[in-house]
Structures are given as C-alpha cells and as structure tokens.
C-alpha cells in the first residue's frame, strides 16, 4: 500500500532519465576510468542545456571524454581545432559567390552541429573567441545582415591547458561567464592508473571510438530536458541559492563576484542533478554539488589573495560554511 501511495504521489516520471544517465556511464566506463564527477557533471550540462568548460594538463582524457559521450548520443558532432591563426569565418561559416545564380550562398561552419567539441580554446585570439559570443548565449548567427538559429540541441564543450601560456590568450570574462560548469579534470590515483593500463592492454589496438553504441536518441534527449523545468525547487532553496551568490560579490577574498547569470545556471544545474538521481525535486545538497563548477570560472580572487596561493574553490567553500543550509 506504502509503495502504491509513493508511486501515485510523484509528479515526474524520472526513471527512464536515471536509467538513461547509468547506461550511458557504464558504457562510457569501458574506456574512461575513474572520473566519475567529471561524467556526472557533463550529464547535468546537458540535461541542463549549458555548456562546458574542461581545464586540465594533457592526457587526462579530456578530449576524449568529450568525443565518447557525443558517441553516446545520436546526435550532430562535429570538433574545431583552435590555433592562433583561426579566423571568425572557419567556425561560424561564411558566404561564398554562386557563379551560376551569380547571388552570396551562406555556406555553415563546424558550429553548425549539434554537440559541439573546441579543442584548446584558449588558442585562438580574441576576434575568434569573440566570434562564439552569440552562438553560445542567444544559440544563434549573425552573418551579412541574416540570422541562423541553431538546431536543439546545442552543446559547447571546450577543453583548454592549464599550464601552457606560450601561444594562449585568456578568456575574456563575458564568455567565461556563458559556460554553465568549468570542470577541472586531476591526474588519476594509482589504482585508477593501474586500471587505465589493463584496459589500454586489453583493447589491444581496438580504437575506443569503435567500442561506444549510441544510447540516446535526440528526440529522448529533448523529452528529458523538457523534464528538467519541471523539477520542484521550494523557495528556500531559492532564497539559498541567492544568499550564495551575493556573498560573493561583497568576500573580502574577492575581487568580482557572481552575477545573475550564475544564480540562474545554480538553479539549472540543480535540478538536473536532482532529475539524474531520480528526484523530482531539489535539496541543498545539489546546490552544492554544483556551486563550485557553476562559481569557480565566474569569480576573480583579489591579487593579494591569489599572490596567498589562495584559490577560488577554497573560497567558495568559505562562503558555503558561512550561511545555514535550509531545513
């Protein structure tokens, strides 16, 4: 009787997402070892329609991370190479002369897909970076006096070195801004790299690519997203999400805060977490799952705190002890 009243009360139907999500982990798993934060939070981005910024030393599976989860899905994928001398025109398209009709056809570029892979994004100088502002936010183009909406869904994930600084260009600030999660991907631990080892042995030769099935069709994809908005957050949580962000922007450990923007991605990305884990409704625990991806590219430390070593996580950890989590 207890389990009949518990299936009549929940609202959304969440299962086919949750089992949707373990399936396309375990598939992943046989190649990707360990980094199961990293896969749990590229999953939330994408139920959550944001996109992803992955920071880590080479090696660390990044790219390829990125590549087998697009596998995943039968969707669109299409990767960009960024180099110092990419123009606006190689990512977004360009109009090119038709010499029968003698009229300007606008010919797509590779933002035109639907899982979009930036590798090194850090290499391309500004004019290209500023290139991506549109297309991430409004999910559309502007070229020659025409609009090109892009087909749902639409996913940025960009991958860059955190180390390198020969070649690179920071990001400006108002396109770190439109990345929901910035996730920074660690070096294994030594069982997980004795693991990664016996599974390269163990393919022998076999490339990784070729080892994915497609799980996740786009029209499920869609139906589960469409679900996300519909995941129950009690003002409280609102209030705490709020009271989260706007510590930041008076921390004496911060030069710039967050802005509404990552209030709202805070609220996004909890409720995804929340739909993965088969919830049809957000606890304070999600709200902290997700702070410190959706916080740590949108936050400046001040120049005396980062000369301290002082790093934006331990700040964000600051200032989630420092205000009550609701009851």
Partial sequence: ?????????????LEHLKNAVIQIKEELSKIIVGQ???????????????????????????????????????????????????????????????????????????????????????????????ALFEVMEERQVSIDGHTYKMQPPFMVLATQNPIEQEGTYALPEAQLDRFLFKIDVGYPNLEEEILIIKTHQNRKGVLPLTLIKSLLSEADLLDYKSKIHEILVEEKIMTYIAQLITKTRNHPHLYLGGSPRASI??????????????????????????????LRHRIILTPEREMEGMTTDKVIEMIVQSIEVPR
């Fill in 36 to 130: 199961e934060n990293f896969i749990d939070l590229l999953m939330v981005a994408l139920l959550a329609d944001g996109h992803v910024l992955i920071e880590g030393v080479p090696g660390v599976a990044k790219t390829i991370t990125a590549k087998l989860l697009a596998k995943t899905i039968a969707t669109d994928f299409s990767r960009i190479q960024f180099t110092p001398d990419l123009m606006p025109s190689d990512v977004l398209g360009t109009s090119v002369l038709n010499m029968k009709t003698s009229e300007f056809e606008f010919k797509e570029g590779p933002i035109f897909s639907n899982l979009v892979l930036i590798d090194e994004i850090n290499r391309a100088p500004a004019k290209t970076q500023a």
């Fill in 265 to 294: 991605a805070v609220l996004n990305a909890s409720k995804a977490y929340a739909a993965i884990n088969g919830r049809d409704f957000v606890i304070p625990e999600d709200i902290k799952k997700v702070l410190y991806p959706v």
């Fill in 1 to 13: 009787m207890e389990t009949n009243d518990l299936n009549f009360n929940t609202r959304i139907d």
